[in-house]
Nanobody
């Protein structure tokens, strides 16, 4: 069984920083794209950032220059470093990953979500 576990959310003042982590565990052969998404109350889930296995990144315009996505392939973990946080960044943040196990099954997995609250 493969799963994603997130950590690192919390409450921070505007202008502050937080670092989210997403660790994949289980029978993992390879992980393709890893990403972070967020969902604010009353809004649809939206892409924040993605990173390929080779390190190629993609960001939502709203977070460019403030957030940095990275990954440690040896640890099957992705990170989202968030700086200069704004109240509008408040949301539940979800990690996502495309994982292939040793039976060659491909899974599109989501983490349980972690709350990020930015106070003004």
């Amino acid at each position: 069984q493969v799963q994603l576990v997130e950590s690192g959310g919390g409450l921070v003042q505007a202008g502050g920083s937080l670092r989210l982590s997403c660790a994949a565990s289980g029978s993992i052969r390879s992980i393709n794209i890893m990403g972070w998404y967020r969902q604010a109350p009353g809004k649809q889930r939206e892409l924040v950032a993605t990173i390929t296995s080779g390190g190629g990144t993609n960001y939502a315009d709203s977070v460019k220059g403030r957030f940095t996505i990275s990954r440690d392939n040896a640890k099957n973990t992705s990170y989202l470093q968030m700086m200069s946080l704004k109240p509008e960044d408040t949301a539940v943040y979800y990690c996502n990953a495309g994982i292939r196990n040793w039976d060659y099954n491909l899974y599109n997995l989501w983490g349980q979500g972690t709350q990020v609250t930015v106070s003004s």
